[in-house]
């Protein structure tokens, strides 16, 4: 199964993240299929930057966000928060 998920990057307290498409058996910073953005939670303000026709085109194939990707995926109006969560 492929999931949308964060790979962590960064020096030792500094980290960033990038948002990837990868297969959800491999291990957190393994090798991953499609990069769709990262995320800058260390910077004033956070940056977050996503390629939004990449994450639909992910998502239209079957891929699952975790929940912090999903989260991110709404912050940033690619997706939209069901009802009801």
Do not use: H
């Amino acid at each position: 199964m492929v999931k949308l998920r964060l790979t962590r990057m960064g020096a030792t307290k500094a980290p960033f993240y990038r948002i990837v498409a990868m297969d959800s058996r491999k291990a957190r910073d393994g090798k991953y299929i499609d990069q769709i953005g990262y995320y800058n939670p260390v910077s004033e303000p956070k940056q977050i930057v996503i390629d939004a026709d990449k994450a639909k085109a992910w998502i239209a194939k079957g891929a699952q966000p975790t929940d912090t990707v999903l989260g991110l995926l709404i912050s940033q109006g690619i997706i939209e928060k069901k009802q009801g969560k």
